[in-house]
């Protein structure tokens, strides 16, 4: 046992150190979450306070105005409705094909095997430029299907991440469940859907919340490739106007706010499975 | 109802053999165990009865019929596995059904099956739980169910009572032995417990890195192993085995002399002639051993350890040289602290084997 | 398991099928198109043109210098300020652990121009934030738009405010993986704490810091966003403009596509290059 004034100590080292700990993540902390506070700050100011001498730091009331010259500016509420669609059908197309793609890598044996795994694992790292320029030029003046849909929904889906988490989470249940069923005569394609699927559910909805937000938040490929107004999608029409110099920055700000908030509530409500996404994104 | 036949089986992964040319006659109601250590191969043969995997070479017969090429669930097969594998996201009435859900069964024949299957095993309480809310005995009871709703020609078990305690796994042996006569379809059973092998079975299968070293009933292998491996495996605790070497044959006879009792002789009827100077093993029973004086050679022992059981009681032993024995001895209250045992080995009791394990008495 | 080729070909399919028209097959087109003069309609076979070009080309130069740069100084910073974050997170001292984790990992969720139109109106030279409280506090204002260094520094502050909560999600989930009792053996043989994050932490958490870092260059390597959007296309100059930029120009404005395939090869070539070295770096000692 040791002396009393020891055990003292070493709750006051404990103090101390939890004191040093705060003084180190609350200022850090703060300065994170500044720009985000201020993203709501000027989405609610009119133009005059946003651009004044004096530093703004709460909230004003303008938020309706602010959007409604946005609106006048770009239709955004149009240019969400494509973002939505767009991230809803990429998201379920993309967890099918690549849950599909995952089980039979994990639960097959079948000639040529290897060979596949080899090249999505030895082109995963490849940078997206090397196919972004052939990419284009084949659904722009190939396929002639700029502007569309399938230009914004399908050359995104090669994705090959969603493979390999589906992969490691359906080589990771117990071979027996699957091989209980095919005893009990369920086809193959049954007990995928019936019952590695079901089983499958907290993977894919971390796949899920990480497809959505790659698809809500692609900038790039989007820009390229859909110009027209009407087929714009709502981070490549805000874009547009943050090089002009004639343009509404409180517009600008609620259109931040109206991608960014969403987010950040599904961030709120599903972080446990936002974390495993990303974690899992880069344990291979 | 159906027996079942593999001829000459082969089994490879790749270039590694584990099965080496199994046949094997399974008869029509027949409970059969196929047992051995680890590795033996056993749940690789049982599943290629399944047809969970495919024979390299061979053929397998059910009911008659050649099913090499047939799917599983068109075997008249049913399964249980060493994890139950029960399906985690749907309740136990729907683990008995899923299978004749997903093959169109009519609903009243389904819900009829499921019933009856709830009912021999006594599973209606729990029919709305999900596997997770279940104990180990109550899975392995939904596991069973989801066989019997398939009313198959052939069960299938794959260690099915390896994940339970001690306790449960007697009472749910006691149950499957009951679910037999009940039901009198053909069993397949997978276990590396002889004891369950014993209680069960009304013919062993002893497997030995993939091949079969004896088949039998159960109390013909104990009393009358193929070999020192299956004399070893059958009977807990295990049959004593002791070096020796052989000092005279004659014709039916050979006296040995066992190296580690200090030199003690013992003569034993012997079929298969061995030559002088052969290295053997003399094999016997802890239950065979006999008070000092009253069997064929007596041996010194100091006391190791002794578990006194109440009825019988179990010495852990040495000999001089070391050697460990194990003698089994009814119990006497006098003998308890005691430090030092003569037993005594009987020549009709106990075995002879050569250096590569083969029996020659 | 038994070979099962038709069946598992099935499940595969429609992703092959994807993968090899918008992964594979333009893998191995564009650098067949790095080959060709593309200035012009027909395209021609002009093996050493566009490589040729690279090498005397100032503009190509200036934006792989950029790029290097920044990857030299935001990479080291975020990942060094990302293992400080989750060492610091993870402790059981933490107060309001909720609110902490999500001022750290919320810019994961935050789109590019999203964050890139916040930080061009904060660091706005004559009415932002920024300099508000620089001038405030009796620093002298910066020009970060125009002054070609505090440009640069500019965009290495938002890549490392967007990235680094995301880098600090990966290493936490290697923090937390390795197991309690490591650390109680090490309290019960009287280690410091310190010099348990040197000796134990940071030698256990050496693989997946790696990842991050190489995640990271490939990362970097593109940056295309933020100097598009927050620097005004590279600006002040062409001071802030990075290998991504210069191929969107040549790609996409100016239509020379030969010649930006072969930036893009250059861009991956350099990557794995970078990514080989951190890895003989951070390799398992025998």
Request: glycine share 8%; proline share 5%; hydrophobic share 50%.
């Amino acid at each position: 046992m040791k002396p009393q004034s020891e055990m003292r100590s070493k709750s006051s080292r404990e103090m101390i150190r939890t004191i040093g700990l705060h003084a180190v993540l609350v200022p850090l902390a703060i300065v994170w979450l500044f720009p985000l506070w201020m993203m709501m700050v000027f989405s609610t100011l009119p133009e005059n306070a946003i651009f004044s001498a004096q530093i703004q730091w709460l909230p004003g009331t303008h938020f309706w105005a602010n959007f409604e010259q946005l609106q006048a500016d770009t239709g955004f509420l149009r240019t969400l409705f494509v973002s939505i669609m767009v991230a809803l059908v990429y998201t379920v197309l993309s967890v099918f094909l690549t849950s599909m793609a995952g089980w039979a890598l994990a639960r097959y044996h079948f000639l040529g095997k290897g060979m596949v795994l080899a090249i999505i694992l030895g082109t995963l790292t490849l940078p997206y430029f090397v196919v972004v320029i052939p990419q284009f030029i084949m659904v722009a003046r190939d396929f002639g299907l700029a502007n569309t849909w399938f230009a914004l929904i399908v050359p995104p889906l090669f994705n090959s991440l969603g493979v390999l988490f589906m992969r490691q989470s359906f080589s990771m249940m117990p071979g027996e469940l699957f091989d209980a069923a095919r005893v009990e005569g369920v086809k193959e394609w049954k007990i995928f859907l019936f019952v590695a699927m079901p089983m499958a559910r907290p993977t894919i909805a971390a796949l899920c919340i990480i497809l959505f937000l790659a698809s809500w938040n692609n900038y790039l490929w989007p820009l390229l490739i859909n110009n027209q107004p009407d087929m714009m999608t709502a981070p490549v029409a805000l874009g547009s106007l943050i090089g002009l110099t004639r343009v509404s920055w409180g517009g600008i700000m609620t259109g931040a706010v109206l991608l960014t908030v969403p987010m950040l509530v599904v961030f709120v409500l599903l972080q446990r499975h936002f974390v495993a996404g990303i974690a899992a994104g880069a344990i291979k | 109802m159906a027996g079942v036949t593999l001829k000459n089986v082969v089994k490879r992964f790749g270039s590694v053999q584990v099965i080496h040319g199994a046949s094997l006659e399974v008869e029509d109601g027949e409970f059969v165990v196929f047992v051995g250590p680890s590795g033996c191969g056993k749940s690789t043969l049982l599943r290629i009865v399944a047809g969970l995997e495919d024979a390299s070479e061979g053929e397998i017969e059910i009911d008659g019929m050649l099913v090499n090429d047939v799917e599983p669930a068109d075997r008249g097969i049913a399964m249980v596995f060493q994890s139950y594998a029960l399906y985690p996201h749907m309740t136990v009435e729907q683990n008995l059904s899923f299978g004749l859900r997903m093959n169109g069964n009519p609903r009243e024949d389904t819900n009829r099956r499921v019933q009856k299957a709830a009912e021999i095993l006594r599973i209606n309480e729990l029919m709305k739980r999900r596997p997770k809310q279940l104990s180990g005995g109550q899975r392995q009871r939904v596991a069973i169910g989801r066989a019997i709703v398939r009313e198959p020609e052939v069960f299938l078990f794959d260690e099915p009572l390896s994940n339970l305690d001690a306790e449960l796994r007697v009472q749910m042996r006691v149950e499957i032995a009951r679910l037999h006569s009940e039901l009198g379809t053909t069993m397949i059973y997978v276990t590396h417990d002889q004891t369950e092998a014993m209680t069960l079975a009304d013919k062993i299968v002893v497997l030995r890195d993939g091949k079969i070293e004896q088949v039998g009933k159960p109390l013909d292998l104990y009393d009358d192993p193929a070999n020192q491996f299956v004399a070893g495996f059958m009977g807990s605790p295990k049959m004593n085995f002791m070096e020796a070497s052989v000092k005279s044959a004659s014709n039916g006879s050979a006296t040995v002399k066992l190296v580690n009792q200090g030199g003690a002789m013992i003569t034993l009827p012997v079929s298969d002639g061995p030559a002088v100077g052969d290295r053997v093993t003399v094999g016997v029973r802890p239950e065979h051993f006999r008070a000092a004086g009253q069997g064929d050679c007596d041996i010194d022992l100091n006391i190791d350890v002794a578990e006194h059981l109440g009825s019988t009681s179990y010495i852990y032993a040495n000999t001089k040289s070391g050697e460990q024995l194990i003698v089994e001895r009814e119990e006497s209250r006098s003998e308890v602290g005691l430090e030092k045992l003569t037993a005594s080995i009987p020549a009709q009791q106990a075995f002879l084997f050569d250096a590569q394990g083969k029996r020659l008495n | 398991m038994r070979a099962r080729n038709r069946i598992a070909y099935g499940f595969l399919a429609p992703y092959l099928l994807i993968f090899a028209v918008f992964w594979i097959w333009p893998i191995i087109y564009s650098f067949y198109l790095s080959f060709l003069s593309t200035r012009a309609v027909p395209w021609t076979w002009a093996p050493h043109m566009n490589w040729g070009r690279l090498w005397i080309d100032p503009a190509f130069w200036n934006a792989l210098r950029n790029t290097l740069v920044i990857l030299f100084i935001q990479v080291p910073v975020m990942i060094a300020l990302a293992t400080l974050l989750a060492v610091l997170l993870n402790s059981q001292l933490l107060k309001a652990r909720g609110i902490m984790r999500f001022a750290f990992f919320a810019p994961v969720v935050v789109g590019e121009v999203a964050y890139a139109a916040v930080f061009r109106l904060m660091f706005n030279a004559d009415f932002g934030v920024i300099n508000k409280i620089l001038t405030g506090v009796g620093l002298p204002a910066v020009s970060w738009f125009s002054n070609p260094t505090a440009a640069m520094a500019l965009i290495i502050m938002a890549v490392t405010w967007r990235w680094v909560g995301y880098n600090a999600i990966i290493i936490l989930a290697g923090l937390q993986s390795i197991p309690d009792d490591v650390y109680e053996a090490a309290t019960l043989d009287k280690v410091s704490k310190t010099k348990q994050f040197f000796f134990i932490t940071l030698p256990l958490l050496r693989p997946i810091i790696l990842v991050c870092v190489v995640l990271s260059v490939i990362g970097t390597m593109q940056l295309f966003a933020e100097p598009f959007l927050i620097t005004n296309r590279g600006g002040p100059g062409g001071a802030t403009e990075t290998l991504g930029l210069f191929l969107y120009r040549q790609g996409f404005t100016v239509l020379n596509f030969g010649y930006a395939s072969a930036v893009a090869y250059t861009i991956a070539g350099l990557a794995i290059i970078i990514s080989l070295i951190n890895f003989w770096l951070g390799r398992d000692p025998k």
